[in-house]
């Protein structure tokens, strides 16, 4: 029998337009990554031409900061894809965002705005990315379902 005559019901996310909240979620964990690539380079530039405290911590705190940046964009470019493997890592980063945005607001400082902003797009992040919506997209499958609950 062809495809035509013998009809699946198996559900295929990928077959479905992506839903705006996956994308925003995307959108979301790429702003994150590419902030912490800025906030290496600015780092790492004010270690080799500034007068840090410790050129060598400086240079290892930007290197550190590029490399932490790998795990929020694989996780924008996974989600853009639909890989049910990218929530996680997207979820790791809006977690580990909100204890940063909550010392930023600590400060007494040019910070604050930067906590605030920071927290609100944890906040916003967590919310897309633990949508059922965006759960559906990504073929992610609550604990206890099997291939058949899916419509």
Same mark, same amino acid.
């Given at each position: 029998? @062809?495809?035509?005559?013998?009809? /699946? /019901?198996?559900?295929?996310?990928?077959?479905?337009?992506?839903?705006?909240?996956?994308?925003?979620?995307?959108?979301?964990?790429?702003?994150?990554?590419?902030?912490?690539?800025?906030?290496? #380079?600015? #780092?790492? !530039?004010? =270690?080799? /031409?500034? /007068?840090?405290? @410790?050129?060598?911590?400086?240079?290892?705190? =930007?290197?550190?900061?590029? !490399?932490?940046?790998?795990?929020?964009?694989?996780? *924008?470019?996974?989600?853009?894809?639909?890989? @049910?493997?990218?929530? =996680?890592?997207?979820? &790791?980063?809006? &977690?580990?965002?909100?204890? !940063?945005?909550?010392?930023?607001?600590?400060?007494?400082? !040019?910070? &604050?705005?930067?906590?605030?902003?920071?927290? #609100?797009? *944890?906040?916003?992040?967590?919310?897309?990315?633990?949508?059922?919506?965006?759960?559906? *997209?990504? =073929?992610?499958?609550?604990?206890?379902?099997?291939?058949?609950?899916?419509?």
């Amino acid at each position: 029998m @062809s495809a035509e005559q013998n009809p /699946t /019901t198996s559900h295929d996310p990928a077959a479905e337009p992506r839903p705006a909240r996956l994308t925003a979620a995307a959108a979301l964990a790429a702003l994150e990554g590419f902030a912490l690539v800025a906030g290496g #380079v600015y #780092v790492l !530039v004010r =270690g080799f /031409t500034g /007068t840090p405290d @410790s050129r060598g911590q400086a240079i290892t705190g =930007g290197v550190t900061l590029i !490399v932490l940046a790998l795990l929020p964009l694989l996780a *924008a470019r996974g989600l853009l894809l639909r890989r @049910s493997w990218s929530r =996680g890592p997207a979820l &790791i980063t809006q &977690i580990l965002s909100l204890p !940063v945005a909550y010392t930023l607001l600590q400060a007494d400082s !040019v910070a &604050i705005p930067g906590g605030i902003a920071l927290a #609100v797009v *944890a906040i916003v992040g967590l919310v897309l990315l633990l949508n059922p919506e965006t759960t559906k *997209a990504l =073929g992610i499958r609550g604990p206890g379902a099997d291939a058949s609950d899916q419509k």
